[in-house]
């Protein structure tokens, strides 16, 4: 159990992480969400010490990282793939790290087996590629054969069967009962990996939910229609209480309702259909609606990511930015 | 706590691991010896061109280890890549991450590469010695002579200190590029060029190579060199503050700021 309280880095004037507080509980995959910039990276430096909160703090079974006496035997990370030197071979890098935790040398070759690397555990690191680096980081999280298990995006760069083999190397260490914690920008990968959901923005807590529920609440089912007689049947539809949206070209969305009953609507009314189809509005909708008032870095936008709320596009760069007396702050 | 023997022995396969310990090691060596061994051959010769202060300075001890001007250098990177890779490579926080305790962490890694720079010292220093010895022939002088054997430990404790001083300048500087383009002219050029100049050498001479390279003197005021307010165990006290002084300043950085 990981006990993240009241959780707040700032760097100068920018909060990167602000009064986070949750829970990642055991046994489960816990999916941590949020834009690129929402401060996952910094909120998982901060759970291994890496980087010192500016205020709260963060316990493992009650107890801060750095009291861990051999601390890869209790938590695992990935944080960064490039994390190793180079110039040592991927079993040198890994030995080293065996040792300090008094993790028996045998278990390196375990590691490396496990991770398929086996093949190239003499060669030096620097000649990996990222998809090979990644593996090396995820053979180091496992090295202490630890309970608790954190990557963060740890799909990011790789070919399509590195996602695939990741993905299920966390459904099987989360099946033996481990505690996974994964960071993410992208909601479709958390749909299919993580149990719960823990979704930042702007270093805030936006939402602590299962992933069941998660879904539940935000994925919009909906009826897709068209029809050459979409005008009659939008009456049609008036006249039996449905509700119907059009959009452009002639095709119409209706809210809870089956295909059943609205294709055996159309039949008693000798309308024709050329589409009766039931959709549901991606989780990646629903994510992007729910951190839209938080994302860091659009693109060609320039507004100042540290003001809160978002000022409108010109804010602050009225004819006065620069009268004297001004006591805003800005551009101090 | 993490253990300590555990960190030790991890620190020691990192050092071992890396091609840049075998190749700094042995240039220091090398370097050192070669050096200290074709200046004293050149000495030897030209004796008798020598002013009549330096040749009745001339101290065979300390002219055996006229290389260490230039072998330190190669000391100061080796000091400095074993603690700056952990930054450029990105390994830091993987270390920390493993051995969360900073100054179990840093004082493990300098207790071992300060240890191996030590040796390598030790054996540089004797074998520079025995070889200027042996070119200088009747010139020359033995361990047995008085101060003699003072000065070659010190010869070799003065290399493992200039390795422990850039560790602990690379723990504060948090990379190898700055550290070593601080570290390099800096013992190359600046400190030995104000050691020269008339005013500036009253400050000079507290610095750390400056101070340092007096344990190596046998001769008072070897080669007619300047006066030192202080003696050759007072001289690398003086280094041994500056070294004391960069490790703590490395472990303040490492133990405050983010990895």
């Known amino acids: ?332 | 706590m993490a253990s300590v023997p555990a960190v030790l022995t991890s620190e020691w396969t990192k050092i071992r691991s890396v091609s840049s310990t075998t190749w700094t090691l042995i240039s220091a060596f090398v370097v050192t010896v070669a050096m200290g061994t074709a200046l004293s051959a050149l000495l030897n010769a030209q004796f008798n061109d020598l002013s009549e202060a330096e040749q009745a300075t001339f101290d065979p001890t300390f002219v055996s280890f006229s290389g260490t001007v230039l072998g330190q250098l190669a000391m100061v990177v080796f000091g400095v890549l074993v603690v700056g890779t952990e930054y450029s490579s990105g390994m830091i926080r993987t270390s920390l991450a493993a051995v969360p305790q900073r100054a179990t962490f840093l004082f493990g890694k300098i207790t071992v590469a300060g240890a191996l720079a030590l040796i390598v010292g030790l054996l540089t220093s004797f074998v520079s010695f025995f070889l200027s010895q042996a070119v200088l022939g009747d010139r020359g002088t033995d361990l047995g002579a008085e101060n003699v054997l003072r000065a070659v430990v010190g010869g070799g404790l003065y290399m493992g200190l200039i390795a422990i001083f850039s560790m602990g300048v690379a723990a504060m500087l948090r990379s190898s590029m700055l550290s070593l383009g601080i570290l390099m002219p800096f013992f190359f050029l600046v400190s030995q060029i104000l050691a020269a100049v008339p005013v500036a050498k009253t400050v000079a001479r507290y610095f750390p190579d400056q101070a340092g390279s007096k344990i190596m003197q046998v001769v008072p005021d070897a080669m007619n060199s300047d006066p030192a307010p202080y003696g050759p165990w007072g001289g690398l006290g003086i280094m041994a503050l500056w070294v004391v002084a960069a490790v703590l300043g490395g472990f303040l950085v490492l133990k405050n700021r983010d990895a």
């Open chain 1, 1 to 332: 159990m990981i006990e993240v309280e009241r959780l707040t880095k700032r760097f100068g004037r920018k909060v990167a992480v602000d009064q986070l507080s949750f829970q990642v509980r055991p046994g489960i995959v816990t999916g941590f969400l949020g834009p690129n910039g929402a401060g996952k990276s910094t909120t998982m430096r901060m759970m291994l010490d890496l980087d010192n909160p500016t205020s709260g703090s963060v316990r493992i079974d009650g107890r801060h990282y750095r009291e861990l006496s051999e601390p890869l035997k209790y938590i695992g990370a990935l944080l960064d793939a490039k994390a190793m030197h180079g110039g040592r071979s991927a079993y040198n890098n890994l030995l080293c790290l065996a040792q300090s935790n008094r993790i028996p040398r045998g278990r390196v070759d375990e590691v490396l087996d496990m991770v398929g690397l086996a093949a190239v555990a003499k060669k030096k690191s620097k000649g990996f590629s990222l998809g090979m680096g990644q593996r090396l980081g995820i053979a180091s999280a496992l090295l202490g054969d630890p309970e608790i298990l954190m990557f963060d995006e740890p799909v990011n760069g790789l070919d399509p069967e590195g996602i695939h083999w990741i993905r299920n190397l966390m459904k099987a260490l989360a099946s033996e009962g481990r505690t996974i914690f994964v960071s993410s920008h992208l909601m479709s990968e958390m749909a299919l990996t993580a149990d719960h959901l823990i979704v930042i923005g702007q270093g805030r807590l936006l939402a602590d939910t299962s992933m069941a529920a998660f879904i539940q609440e935000n994925s919009r089912s909906y009826t897709r229609l068209r029809s050459p007689q979409w005008e009659r049947l939008r009456d049609v539809l008036h006249q039996e209480g449905y509700t119907a949206v059009e959009t452009a070209g002639g095709v119409l969305e209706i809210d809870g309702a089956s295909t059943e009953e609205l294709g055996e609507l159309a039949a008693r009314h000798q309308l024709v259909l050329h589409e009766l189809s039931s959709q549901r509005a991606s989780l990646e909708e629903a994510f992007m609606q729910m951190t839209a008032g938080s994302v860091e870095y659009h693109a060609h936008s320039e507004r100042d990511p540290g003001a809160e709320p978002p000022p409108p596009p010109g804010a602050g760069w009225g004819e006065n930015w620069n009268a004297p007396g001004s006591t805003d702050g800005k551009g101090a």
